[in-house]
């Protein structure tokens, strides 16, 4: 229906829908001005005088809607409020570092939270979708890396993965940092092994890293990307989430994929069942030691390595079978353990190929 106010100048149009329950309650008045229905709907002003102050209320509550109609007219806009268990679930992206509001159930998130991770950086993106793409969750992507995800991107549509082509702030929220390489992967966990299931399956030729009490996530991820160059697939640690970390990742450009974190009840417990297994357990220090150039890997070796500053504990030391150093000028007092590590994997594997 079309109300009209005419001018000298121009004509005005304004349309009304009337609501799904005023129609059935007036479906016998005037479809344009309300008037003409029920006897209840023609009451006297002084009815609704009566209850101004109850009137006055629900007008403030309904500031949404014009003013200029009256309270019991059947055009109007309802608006629906959401409700109260929907409310109280409603998680802003912003809080989980995403781009869009979610409504889940708290505990819910609470498990997702400890199931999934950040993936981040093109290379290990681009690893971990050639390795298990069925673990991607959501995706993230700045629009000049897509030409090299194409196939990612595909493989995201055709399985009805959330993907989503942001700008750099976008993503930056939704890694949880700026380095984030253009890419980011909300992933499932990988969970770590059991020694004594690594131990069902190791081949006859296998190198552990076994890490006391290291935890910066960039030492991490060098390590695990000096284990993929030099075929270590392991490494075993007391918490499988630190090789999960999105710097860890990152800093693997891709290596993260070839390495599995391996967890026992205890570090000391886990060096036992390497050794009971046939395994060597070498052990370094700054001071004392074999030299690594005079020394012999057999096929089965355990590098045992620990923080930079304190090193090794007591008790982990004397669990080893070959105590090395590694040889240098000694302008230093010694090497971050990362690249200790690459060393010793260096060897390991030349020792192996020859």
């Known amino acids: ?36 229905g029920r006897s209840a709907d023609r009451k006297a002003p002084t009815d609704r005088r009566s209850s101004s102050s109850p009137r006055r209320d629900e007008a403030s509550s309904r500031r949404n809607d014009s ?5 019991d007219s ?16 409603q998680v802003s992206g912003e809080e989980e570092g995403l781009t869009a509001k979610s409504y889940i159930d708290p505990e819910q998130l609470r498990r997702q939270r400890q199931e999934e991770t950040r993936v981040y950086g093109e290379n290990a993106c681009q690893a971990l979708f050639q390795s298990r793409p069925e673990a991607i969750v959501r995706a993230w992507f700045v629009q000049s890396v897509t030409p090299r995800f194409r196939e990612t991107l595909r493989w995201l549509a055709a399985n009805r993965k959330a993907y989503h082509v942001v700008d ?5 929220k939704a890694a949880g940092t700026e380095h984030h390489g253009g890419v980011c992967f909300i992933i499932k966990k990988q969970v770590g092994l059991d020694v004594a299931a690594w131990l069902s399956q190791a081949a006859e030729q296998d190198c552990v890293v076994a890490l006391e ?20 697939k392991a490494i075993l640690v007391n918490d499988a989430n630190l090789l ?4 860890a990742v990152r800093t693997a450009e891709g290596g993260a994929e070839h390495v599995r974190a391996v967890t026992a009840p205890s570090f000391l417990q886990g060096l036992d069942a390497f050794r009971r297994a046939g395994y060597s357990i ?15 890997f057999p096929a089965k070796t355990v590098f045992v390595l620990g923080q930079e500053g304190e090193g090794l504990h007591e008790d982990t030391l004397r669990q080893g079978d070959i105590s090395l150093s590694i040889g240098g000028t000694g302008n230093i007092e010694s090497l971050n353990v990362s690249v ?14 020859a």
Request: net charge positive; charged share 20%; proline share 4%.
């Open 168 to 172: 750099d702030s976008e993503l930056a």
């Open 74 to 89: 059947p055009w109007r806009t309802v608006s629906k409020r959401p409700t109260e268990q929907t409310a109280s679930t």
């Open 244 to 247: 999960e970390s999105g710097a």
């Open 213 to 232: 009490n290291v935890g910066n996530p960039h030492n991490l991820g060098a390590i695990m990307r000096s284990c993929a160059h030099f075929g270590a």
């Open 282 to 296: 070498v052990t370094t220090s700054s001071h004392e030691g074999q030299p690594l150039a005079s020394t012999t």
């Open 340 to 353: 200790a590590a690459g060393i010793l994997l260096g060897e390991w594997w030349r020792q192996q190929k």
């Open 1 to 36: 229906m079309n109300d009209e106010n005419k001018s000298k100048s121009s004509k005005v149009k304004v349309m009304y829908v009337r609501g799904e329950e005023a129609s059935s309650s007036r479906s016998s008045g005037n479809p344009r001005t309300g008037k003409g």
């Open 67 to 71: 003013s200029s109609h009256r309270n």
